[in-house]
């Protein structure tokens, strides 16, 4: 999820539960909340650094645990030099007991909504890490989803317009200012969330019915798209094939699988299998959701590259990794890297 959604989120977190905290706690918070998005940065060290780091070791619930710990003491820290709660309508918290329990709980509850929020999504988080480094994607919410965010930003805006509106005609409050709004906003994004949750399972359900060109379905994945709740991006597995389909829930009756693009798989070899076997490969596939492979015979051996076909179907190629083997013709391993795929673009 981006930045700016789990800023918000955490924000609205602060205001719906913790109203009277002070804006030490709303800080806190909102920093809690967006920790977890430093994994982000490793794009710009390379396509190893991203695979290595996101959705890796800062999005687990240890790492929530720890980034919560570590507002938690900062906030304290800069609470005993002196650090202004600020007083509005909203009256802080006086008793310094339910402050300390407030600067506690709200940055911890902010940085577990960051993980539940990744594991919504595609891009897949190692959530038990550093004792399981198996990935959970539950594939409902793109990376940047609209609807989460408007309704984010109404739930925090309109009530801010109304309190302005009435201080302009003298009207008072006791009322925590924006709690309400907060409440209700995280509540539609809970509800929508459901809501995607049982659509993607609906047309998983659908493919997995359904046989592809003769073969039956092994498995399939649905992927979101950013602004329709109907439309998922379809990628079934059968026997020999891939198969690539669009997903409309308003029209199952109409579905014809027959229709989705094939993507055959290469014939079992022990050249596929020496790759598969390197531990490029090995980091690759742990981190992929429908893996496909192409074996390729050179001048000089073999290439195989390992692709993920989540990226296609996201239209996310632009953050597209790929991972490349080449091997000579005895099959031995002469290089295994991962890369960005528009890098693989311009070396064939």
Request: glycine content about 6%.
């Amino acid at each position: 999820m981006d930045l700016l959604t789990h800023g918000l989120a955490s924000f609205a977190v602060a205001r719906g539960f913790f109203p009277r905290a002070g804006k030490l706690v709303l800080v806190g918070t909102v920093l809690a909340g967006c920790l977890g998005n430093l994994d982000e940065l490793s794009t710009y060290f390379g396509a190893p650094a991203a695979l290595a780091w996101q959705g890796t070791y800062l999005q687990s619930l240890v790492a929530a645990l720890g980034i919560a710990l570590v507002v938690f003491v900062v906030a304290v820290g800069t609470s005993l030099g002196g650090f202004s709660s600020g007083r509005s309508n909203n009256q802080p918290i006086e008793n310094p007991r339910a402050r300390i329990s407030a600067l506690i709980v709200a940055p911890l509850f902010a940085a577990f909504l960051h993980v539940a929020m990744s594991v919504c999504q595609s891009n897949g988080v190692m959530l038990f890490w550093p004792f399981n480094a198996k990935r959970f994607a539950m594939d409902w919410l793109p990376s940047l989803d609209p609807w989460i965010l408007t309704i984010l930003i109404l739930a925090i805006a309109v009530p801010e317009l109304l309190y302005l509106v009435s201080s302009e005609i003298g009207a008072k409050s006791k009322k925590p200012r924006g709690r309400t709004g907060a409440l209700i906003g995280l509540a539609l994004v809970a509800v929508y969330i459901g809501a995607r949750a049982t659509l993607h399972s609906n047309a998983v359900a659908l493919m997995e019915s359904r046989t592809f060109h003769g073969e039956p379905a092994r498995r399939a994945l649905a992927f979101p798209e950013a602004l329709s709740l109907i439309t998922w991006h379809g990628i079934a597995e059968t026997e020999s094939a891939l198969d690539q389909i669009d997903v409309n829930l308003a029209a199952t009756a109409s579905f014809d699988p027959d229709t989705s693009v094939r993507l055959f798989k290469p014939e079992p070899s022990a050249t596929l299998d020496a790759a598969r076997n390197t531990r490029v490969a090995k980091r690759f596939l742990a981190a992929t959701q429908m893996p496909r492979a192409n074996v390729e015979k050179t001048d000089v051996g073999f290439v195989v590259i390992l692709r993920d076909l989540r990226y296609a179907a996201l239209g996310d190629t632009r953050h597209e990794i790929v991972a490349l083997i080449e091997l000579d013709p005895a099959n031995h391993v002469t290089s295994a890297e991962v890369m960005w795929a528009r890098e693989l673009r311009r070396l064939f």
